[in-house]
């Protein structure tokens, strides 16, 4: 059975800092990964997906990896901005069947001015 | 940008009533779904839509739950008797066929059970 694990829970930092957020899972057998954010009380705006024959993608100041033979992915945030502010979530899905996704239970992110 | 659209954005339903989400799923994806986030815990996965007909069910999805794609372009989902548990956020996601196309997901219906 897959399991998504994110570090940190939370994470705050100063505005302008970088920072990276990690996502681990243990089977390596996926078909894509994706990044969402979340608002408080909203919904899931997704914000990168790499395929599994993939390495990263790149989205403005986001950038996503993967080591899909380790089970693990980071989404780097480069010069934070207060607007950055939301829980993270990553997901996998797996190959076989319809391919429904696996989440972790996200990163808690406050920039501060 | 295409959207996925939920409606209502907040229902609040007395136990034992029933209760259809809806959703209308970006028109060329084919793969459907809803997943239920409980305050505090993880998304986790209900059900998925394909084809017509249900393709894959969580432990969750019990007999209580139905969907229907009744026109071709609506998704519901049906809660035959609410109990106090099912309060929760409901998200429906759409998909297209391929794996370098990820899921959409509506802004969810927050359903609470009193």
């Known amino acids: 059975k897959q399991e998504v694990t994110q570090i940190p829970a939370a994470l705050s930092v100063p505005e302008g800092e970088n920072l990276v957020l990690n996502c681990s899972f243990t089977?390596?057998?996926?078909?894509?990964l994706q990044w969402f954010r979340q608002d408080p009380g909203k919904g899931l705006t997704s914000l990168l997906l790499?395929?599994?024959?993939?390495r990263e993608q790149t989205s403005g100041r986001l950038n996503a990896s993967l080591d899909k033979s380790s089970g693990r992915s980071t989404l780097y945030i480069a010069a934070s901005q207060p607007g950055d502010s939301a829980t993270y979530l990553c997901?996998?899905?797996?190959?076989?069947?319809?391919?429904?996704?696996?989440f972790g239970q996200g990163t808690r992110l406050t920039i501060n001015p | 940008e295409p959207e996925v659209t939920q409606t209502p954005s907040h229902q609040v339903t007395q136990m034992g009533q029933e209760v259809i989400l809806r959703c209308v799923p970006i028109?060329?994806?084919?793969?459907f779904y809803w997943y239920r986030q409980i305050l505090g815990q993880k998304v986790e996965f209900l059900v998925s839509?394909?084809?017509?007909?249900?393709?894959?069910k969580s432990e969750i999805f019990d007999d209580q739950f139905s969907v229907e794609r009744p026109d071709g372009s609506n998704f519901t989902l049906k809660i035959r008797s609410t109990k106090l548990e099912d309060s929760a956020m409901y998200f429906c996601?759409?998909?297209?066929?391929?794996?370098?196309?990820?899921?959409?997901f509506g802004s969810g219906t927050r359903l609470t059970v009193v």
């Open positions: 790499i395929q599994s024959s993939q």
């Open positions: 028109s060329n994806h084919l793969y």
């Open positions: 996601a759409s998909r297209a066929e391929g794996a370098g196309y990820g899921y959409t």
């Open positions: 997901a996998v899905s797996r190959i076989q069947g319809a391919q429904k996704l696996v």
């Open positions: 089977d390596s057998a996926i078909y894509n």
């Open positions: 839509f394909y084809n017509n007909e249900i393709s894959e």
